[in-house]
T-cell receptor, first 118, second 113 residues
């Protein structure tokens, strides 16, 4: 079945450091891939997405490239800020829903808590 | 606003009481989802509605949990005879079609005392 694996947190970095949060997936079809961000006390917000292999999603200085050969969608940012502190979720949406898993082909990773220190 | 709206934002209830949580999705979004997020944990899928089709209830943890969606729009998640382990943030999300991004509400934080 489908799955998303992302690095466990918390990840603690200093301001202006380079960020990588790893995400790998397994899927039966050709999924779309997403990164969501959750700030304290809020719901999840879409950060970026990619719909096919070699697509690069980008937003607010964050980037992730859809790598089919390595089944990965790692999140990167060149210089993090304190305001980037949040929980980040990698997710996939499979057009061929995973039978038995519910959620209409949607699978989320467990989230990575990112803490940026000034 | 144009986003997904959930109410109440916070709910404190006594063990054994019933609670209703409301979700108002984005207009035109035919798919609606409920998730549960326990403290420091990831998302647990509960139930999914698509248009007028029968809902996918495969994630509901027990028969104390139920949900309905009236008129293809507003949804209510009901928890009967609440237990302390039901304490969590309940998130609602909607999307316009498969493979499009989910739009989440800010959630309802449920505390069962």
């Amino acid at each position: 079945g489908n799955s998303v694996t992302q690095m466990e947190g918390p990840v603690t970095l200093s301001e202006e450091a380079f960020l990588t949060i790893n995400c790998t997936y397994t899927a039966t079809g050709y999924p779309s891939l997403f990164w969501y961000v959750q700030y304290p006390g809020e719901g999840l917000q879409l950060l970026l997405k990619a719909t096919k292999a070699d697509d690069k999603g980008s937003n607010k200085g964050f980037e992730a490239t859809y790598r089919k050969e390595t089944t990965s969608f790692h999140l990167e940012k060149g210089s993090v800020q304190v305001s980037d502190s949040a929980v980040y979720f990698c997710a996939l949406s499979d057009p061929i829903p995973y039978s038995g898993g519910g959620a209409d082909g949607l699978t989320f990773g467990k989230g990575t808590h990112l803490i940026i220190q000034p | 606003g144009a986003g997904v709206s959930q109410s109440p934002s916070n709910k404190v209830t006594e063990k054994g009481k019933d609670v209703e949580l409301r979700c108002d999705p984005i207009s035109g979004h035919t798919a609606l989802y409920w998730y549960r997020q326990s403290l420091g944990q990831g998302l647990e899928f509960l139930i999914y509605f698509q248009g007028n089709s029968a809902p996918d209830k495969s994630g509901l943890p027990s028969d104390r949990f139920s949900a309905e969606r009236t008129g293809g729009s507003v949804s209510t998640l009901t928890i009967q005879r609440t237990q302390q382990e039901d304490s969590a943030v309940y998130l609602c999300a909607s999307r316009v079609f498969r493979n499009s991004p989910l739009h989440f509400g800010n959630g309802t934080r449920l505390t069962v005392t």
